[in-house]
């Protein structure tokens, strides 16, 4: 079995992306997620995980204050991903995202 540390990033987010889909054949621990606020106001944001055909939010709704971030996994704090789920995002402003993994396959 192969293990990859991998980190993957999108800028500019409002509306629900993509930030990441596990790779079939893979098995991943997403090991740390931010998410930075880039405007001069308090923006909301979601973060969801979709397998299959259904969608748990991580969080909703989440404020983030001018010139900050939100930390959602990171520390103590790992998620567990399989094959082909997908983790999203969305705000009411433009945040940027960055996710890193560990990949095993």
């Known amino acids: 079995m192969a293990n990859n540390f991998r980190s993957y990033g ?3 987010v409002t509306a629900n992306t993509s930030l990441y889909t ?3 054949g893979t ?3 997403a090991i740390g ?3 930075a606020n880039r405007t001069n106001g308090t923006v909301t944001t979601n973060v969801s995980i979709t397998r299959a055909s259904n969608t748990y939010y ?3 709704q989440a404020p983030i204050v001018t010139g900050s971030s939100l930390v959602l996994i990171g520390g103590d704090q790992k998620v567990v991903l399989q094959a082909n789920d997908s983790v999203s995002i969305s705000s009411s402003a433009n945040t940027d995202a960055w996710i890193s993994v560990l990949e095993i396959s």
């Open 22 to 24: 596990v790779p079939l």
């Open 10 to 12: 999108l800028s500019n």
């Open 58 to 60: 991580m969080i909703q």
């Open 27 to 29: 098995q991943t621990t």
């Open 33 to 35: 997620l931010v998410i």
